[in-house]
Every structure is written in structure tokens, then in C-alpha cells.
């Protein structure tokens, strides 16, 4: 995804010797970012809250996100056996967030990632169950259904208005089940663990810059490269590639998913910092979001965050 292109600063040329006329109260003065509350989802075993921002230049937010949660069951209505013969009732829920990132300097970026959230959407109503119980092989093979209704869904639209060839869209997502986490990722948007004060990045960037890094090239040397994305979902024909990272979750792990106009602007270590201060996740969501205007705004930015009970 392409920057903007502006000074580092953010602000236009600016005549160093002034007028000797201007006083300090008739300089512009400083306005602080602002946004909305964050959605949340609370439950006895997770908190979930998730904020989108477009930013202080883009025109559009071409981010989306999407909360989905579904249960599965049992009780015992009627039996022979009875108390202590019976088991207990059981009730299991799992979770899918999923952040995505429409690729600016691409044709509707926001029709992209919008189309792709409601192919997972529409696929996970169709399907007869979520896997409750994950394994990773069995996990993968559910995944391809979901990359290939996305691609579908993308080019259905594009065959319906010719004008939206070429759109395409990043994906990051969690399937949460009980202590369990599989992550997908396709693209450039992160997801990141947060445990006892320590942030990793769990997902792997598919960027140009990514790539040279792998080679050798420092990071410094490969900063203009990384907004050129490798892997994305499109109009083409092509499978798309995708990772999954399985993670055993311990309580107080936070995961957060969050597209690039976020780690762009804020370093690692500031996340932590946000993310450890906040009393909740809807306010380390809304001081993330804060965070990457105050640094400029370049890019929209999305955050979804939940932490485990």
C-alpha cells in the first residue's frame, strides 16, 4: 500500500525568517487527534473491542474488520440417570476476528476488503459447523474453502462492474478456541502477541521488504519497499497463498490485529507501552488508534484486540 507522499512532518513548507508581524496568537494552534469509541464484545473467557480510523490523509478507509462468534451446546433435557450420574451441561464458543486492508494505489480498495469480510461471512453461515476442536491439518483445509470463496466473491464483483479489476485486499484473522489460536495471514496487516510485558509479532510480513530483509538487506535499506505487498487477495484466477501459526494461550494473553496504517506509524515498543498502561482493551484499541494520528495518520489504521479471561 502506497503512502502519501508529504514532508515528515506532515506540513507544507514553511519560510524560516517568519514576519516580523506574526505574534504567537495568531499562529495555528494544535489540535489532538481525536476518534470514536471502540466496539466491544465482552464474555466470561474473552474481551474483544475493535476500532477503524481513516486517518488523517487518506480520503477513504479502505479498512475493514468483523467480529463473529458461535457456540455450540448440549444440555440434557431428559434421562433416566439422574444427579450425579449426569454429566454437566456444555457450552463451548469460539471466536473469528478478522482485520482487512483494501491495497491503496489498487481500483476500490474498500469494495475489496468489504467483499472479502462478507465471503468469510456468508461461507461461515453455509458451513455446517466451525471446527471446535482445531487441528492444523483439518484447520488448513477449511481455510483454502475460505480463500477460494474470497477470490471468487472478488472476481464475481469484478465481472459485474468491469471498473473494479485489479482490487485487492490484505487479510489477517484468529480462529480463538478455548486456549487455542490459529492465526491466517495474507498480506502485509499484523498480528501481534502480548504476554507477561513482552510483544511478538506472530504473523510475517509479504512485502518486498520482507523479502530483502531475508536476504540480508537491513531494515533501514528496505523501508521504502515495505508498503509493496507480495501476497494479497485479487481478481485473478491464481490460488493464494497463506500462512498459520497455531499459539497455546495463557490467561492475560492479549492478541491484537491490526492493519499497517497502525505499525507504520507506532514502533513495537510504543504498542507494548499502549497496550500494558490500558485498563481494558477498548482503551488500549482507542490510545493505539490515537497513537498512529498523533505520529501522522498516514495510512488508515484498524485495531482489533482481545484479551483472554
Not at 62 to 80: G, I, K, P, Q
Request: negative net charge; glycine residues 6%; contains cysteine.
Amino acid at each position: 500500500m502506497a503512502d502519501a507522499i508529504m514532508h515528515e512532518d506532515g506540513n507544507e513548507n514553511i519560510d524560516e525568517e517568519g514576519d516580523e508581524n506574526d505574534t504567537v496568537d495568531e499562529l495555528p494552534q494544535y489540535v489532538a487527534p481525536t476518534c470514536d469509541a471502540p466496539e466491544v464484545v465482552e464474555d466470561s473467557e474473552v474481551e474483544i473491542a475493535a476500532l477503524t480510523h481513516p486517518g488523517l490523509v487518506r480520503e477513504k478507509n479502505e479498512d475493514h474488520y468483523a467480529v463473529l462468534r458461535r457456540y455450540r451446546s448440549s444440555a440434557v433435557v431428559a434421562s433416566s440417570l439422574q444427579g450425579e450420574q449426569l454429566p454437566g451441561n456444555e457450552e463451548v464458543a469460539t471466536w473469528l476476528l478478522i482485520v482487512a486492508d483494501g491495497l491503496g494505489g489498487h481500483t476500490s480498495g474498500e469494495v475489496a476488503s468489504a467483499t472479502a469480510i462478507n465471503a468469510i461471512i456468508s461461507l461461515s453461515n453455509k458451513v455446517s459447523s466451525w471446527i471446535m476442536r482445531p487441528s492444523e491439518d483439518e484447520f488448513s483445509e477449511r481455510v483454502k474453502l475460505y480463500a477460494d470463496a474470497i477470490q471468487a466473491a472478488l472476481r464475481d464483483m469484478s465481472e459485474q462492474n468491469p471498473a473494479l479489476a485489479g482490487m485487492a485486499t490484505t487479510i489477517t484473522s484468529v480462529y480463538l478456541c478455548g486456549d487455542q489460536a490459529l492465526v491466517v495471514n495474507v498480506g502485509d496487516s499484523r498480528a501481534y502477541l502480548l504476554r507477561d510485558q513482552t510483544i511478538q509479532q506472530i504473523t510475517d510480513d509479504h512485502t518486498i521488504a520482507r523479502q530483502l530483509q531475508r536476504k540480508g538487506v537491513s531494515k533501514s535499506a528496505t523501508k521504502r519497499f515495505r508498503n509493496l505487498v507480495t501476497r494479497s487477495f485479487n481478481t485473478d484466477a491464481s490460488k493464494v497463498e497463506f500462512d498459520i501459526f497455531h499459539l497455546h494461550l495463557q490467561p492475560e494473553d492479549q492478541l491484537l490485529l491490526c492493519s499497517d496504517g497502525l505499525n507504520d506509524m507506532v514502533e513495537d515498543d510504543l504498542i507494548l507501552q499502549e497496550m500494558s498502561r490500558a485498563g481494558s482493551p477498548q482503551e488500549a484499541c482507542k490510545s493505539l488508534v490515537l497513537a498512529a494520528l498523533e505520529a501522522g495518520g498516514r495510512d488508515n489504521v484498524t485495531t482489533v484486540l482481545a484479551r483472554i479471561n
